[in-house]
């Protein structure tokens, strides 16, 4: 299986999420990435839709599901927000969805900051396979993988998807 | 105790599972553990204070001697986790009563907890009771007789490196009390380990340890020789309830001797920091006027403390949890 180009990957995604802003009368979004290949596709959606304001960035490390079974995970990095998300539109991006697990639990960090108004889900790839009844709002594109099968991005200069 | 405290405390690839001592523990570990707790700070910064890593689990305050913030400040740690917390003032209950130790502890496990917080005024108390303990069940080491008391350590640790940006090449001065000290031993382990320049204790020779300096620091009788050119001046408490001879003359003669103040505290950089464990003595090893100075970074520790308990709780409880798992994994 080959994967798609990473540029025309985010030339779509680019269209589709202005259209989508639009249709939803977002003046303001706030981008949040999901640490950390979701911080880079948040940062280059951010640039080339020349939207101005801090990016936010998550680290789910203390809001996993899996500490019983893997424990914690050695490098935690922190999250950081700005000031405040209480009524901010939330544009939570993430580089790959899968079993949706890490979308819940950035979604339970993120209302440990306030109440944001809406959270909208943006991701690169959408690899199927999902444990919880999470769905991206906007994806570049579906794959399906054979099983064992895993698709990463690297970066942040340039992004690249492998598969492994 | 036949095994070596710093590896009871390991799993068997190198992760934390208990918290004795910070003796032996490697570079990268105590980073690691300060690391953690720079990431709990943000989250304490929060409107929502806790995160879920310990829900459900049961942590048990062991103190067989009295403390106020250190209790404190680990049972606001295991609440921040989302553990829950069971506070036991032994002192005062069981063991009064003449139940031994271990039938407290088997007690305890009966009830399905998954962590001890222990204080406890014997040295190496908390390594017995590692080594007792059925397995998965976690070990805090919240201060044993003379020996260690390494999160208070490590939270000096964090408060050094946050202050001065770090502990490589730094001069850290100890004044004061350190033969009753476990807080100064866990002190002098941690900073040789993350490479401070040159580690000193001053204080009168009744109150220093013989053989102190093979723990790899240097040795002063007096605060104008020690003090000069320090980067980091850590003021312990006189420990006026282990005073069980007159090592001492007076309080005021020991505060003009060593008591910290604002003339002495000129002899160290301009830049430096002083910090206290707590509870201070003011006019006995401080004086006000530094305590509550712009150079003081007292009230900072205490904070800090909250972060290094729950990275350490987070840690132990994580390094438990995977031998658990590869021990259910081999039965399989």
Known sequence: MSLPNIETLFTALNADLSRYLAEQSIQNPLFVGIRTGGVWVAERLQHSLALQGDLGVLDISFHRDDFSYIGLHPE????????????????????????GRTIRAAMNELFDFGRPASISLVCLLDVGRRELPIQP????????????QHVKLTGPSPLALTLA | MSLDPCKVQLTADGRLKHFLTTEGLSKELLTEILDTADSFISTQERDVKKVPLLRGKTVVNLFFENSTRTRATFELAAKRLSADILNLDIARSSASKGETLMDTLWNLEAMYSDMFVVRHGDSGAAHFIAEQVTPHVAIINAGDGRHAHPTQAMLDMLTIRRHKGGIEGKIVAIVGDILHSRVARSQIHALRTLGAAEVRVIGPGTLLPHNIENLGCNVFYRMEEGLKDCDVVIMLRLQKERMQSALLPSESEFFKLYGLTEDKLRLAKPDAIVMHPGPINRGVEIDSTVADGAQSVILNQVSYGIAVRMAVMAMAMSGQQQEKNERNGEGA
Do not use: F, N, T, Y
């Not at chain 1, 209480?86 to 580089?95: M, Q, T």
């Not at chain 1, 709002?137 to 064992?148: I, R, T």
């Open chain 1, 76 to 99: 935690v990095k922190g999250s950081e927000l700005p000031e405040s998300i209480e009524d901010r539109h939330i544009i939570l991006v993430d580089d790959v969805i899968m079993s």
């Open chain 1, 137 to 148: 709002d906007l994806c570049g594109a579906v794959l399906s993988l054979q099983e064992g």
